[in-house]
C-alpha cells in the first residue's frame, strides 16, 4: 500500500507535463538521456539534428525533468528517470496520451509555431521573412503611415522611400536590441540567422495592418491597431522561443521589455504624451 501510494504520488506530477510530453522531439530527449546516461550539448544536437535554438528551446521546456553535472552534460534527474520508465513500459497515464485537440491546433497556428518550427533551416524560410518586412515597408509607405515598431502615425511627411527604410529599419532595430537582451538575460548565443528570419515572419500582422489600415475609418483602425499590436507581441516571443530556444516566458519577458523601450522611444521624441 505505501509504495503503491508513493508511485501514484509520483505519477501525479508527471501528468502535469502533458502538454510538454505531446512533442515528439520532447520524448526523443527523454529517451535519449535515459539510454545514455548523460550526454553533452553538441552531441545531443546531432542525435536530433535540430538547430541550436531549437535543442535550446525544448531543454528548457524539459528544464523540471533534467540536470547537468559539472561537465554540463545533461542527465535525467528523479522524476525525469520516472518519467522515461513510464514511457519505455508504456504506462503513462491516460492524461499522458499523445493526441491534439482541435484548440491546440489553433492555439499553435496562432503563434505561427509549425512555421517558426521550419526555421531550423533558415536559409529555406528566409526569403519569406524578407517578403513579409518587404510588403510591411510598401504598405506603410503606401498609406503614408509612420512606422514605430509597434505603433504607427497617420498622415505622415516623410518621402515614400523613407516610411519603407524606417519599417525595415524598425524590425533590423528588433533583431539586434533582441539577441543583446537575450545574450544579457539568458547567456544565448548563435543561431542568428534562424532569430532573424523568425523576427521577420513575426512582423507579418504589424506588415498587414497598413494594408487593412487604407479601407477602414480611423476609429475602428485604432482598435483594429491594438489586437494587431498584441498578436505582434505573442508572435514575436515565440520567434524568440524558436529563433534562441527560450521558453514563452522568457521570450515575452523580451519581447515586453522591447516595447518597453519601444514607447520610451516615442515619448522622448514627443510622439506620445
Known amino acids: 500500500m505505501p509504495s503503491e501510494r508513493s508511485d501514484k504520488n509520483n505519477v501525479r506530477p508527471v501528468s502535469r507535463y502533458y502538454t510538454l510530453l505531446r512533442d515528439p522531439t520532447r520524448r ?6 535515459g539510454g545514455q546516461g548523460k550526454i553533452g550539448f553538441k552531441e ?42 513510464l514511457l519505455k513500459d508504456g504506462g503513462m497515464p491516460s492524461t499522458l496520451e499523445i493526441g491534439e485537440a482541435f484548440g491546440h491546433r489553433l492555439g499553435r497556428w496562432f503563434f505561427l509555431s509549425p512555421v517558426f518550427a521550419k526555421t531550423v533551416r533558415p536559409l529555406r524560410l528566409l526569403p519569406v521573412a524578407a517578403l513579409i518586412l518587404t510588403l510591411g515597408a510598401v504598405g506603410a509607405a503606401l498609406s503614408s503611415v509612420d512606422p514605430m515598431l509597434f505603433f504607427y502615425f497617420p498622415f505622415s511627411s516623410y518621402e515614400f522611400e523613407t516610411i519603407a527604410m524606417l519599417f525595415l529599419s524598425n524590425w533590423i532595430g528588433v533583431f539586434l536590441v533582441s539577441d543583446l537582451l537575450i545574450y544579457i ?49 505573442l508572435l514575436i516571443s515565440s520567434a524568440f522561443c524558436f529563433g534562441k530556444g527560450l521558453r514563452l516566458d522568457k521570450g515575452i519577458v523580451v519581447s515586453l521589455t522591447i516595447l518597453y523601450l519601444n514607447v520610451m522611444l516615442l515619448v522622448i521624441l514627443g510622439r506620445l504624451k
Open 185 to 233: 538575460l539568458y547567456r544565448r548565443t548563435g543561431g542568428n540567422l534562424q532569430l532573424f528570419t523568425c523576427i521577420g515572419i513575426a512582423a507579418l500582422p504589424l506588415a498587414l495592418f497598413p494594408y487593412i489600415y487604407m479601407f477602414i475609418p480611423h476609429d475602428v483602425a485604432r482598435y483594429l491597431l491594438l489586437a494587431f499590436q498584441i498578436w505582434g507581441l
Open 28 to 33: 526523443r530527449v527523454i529517451e535519449i538521456l
Open 44 to 85: 545531443l544536437r546531432q542525435e536530433l539534428k535540430l538547430g541550436v535554438g531549437t535543442v535550446y528551446y525544448h531543454l528548457d521546456m524539459l528544464s523540471d525533468f533534467l540536470t547537468q553535472d559539472k561537465h554540463r552534460k545533461y542527465m535525467l534527474n528523479d522524476r525525469g528517470r520516472l518519467l522515461h520508465k
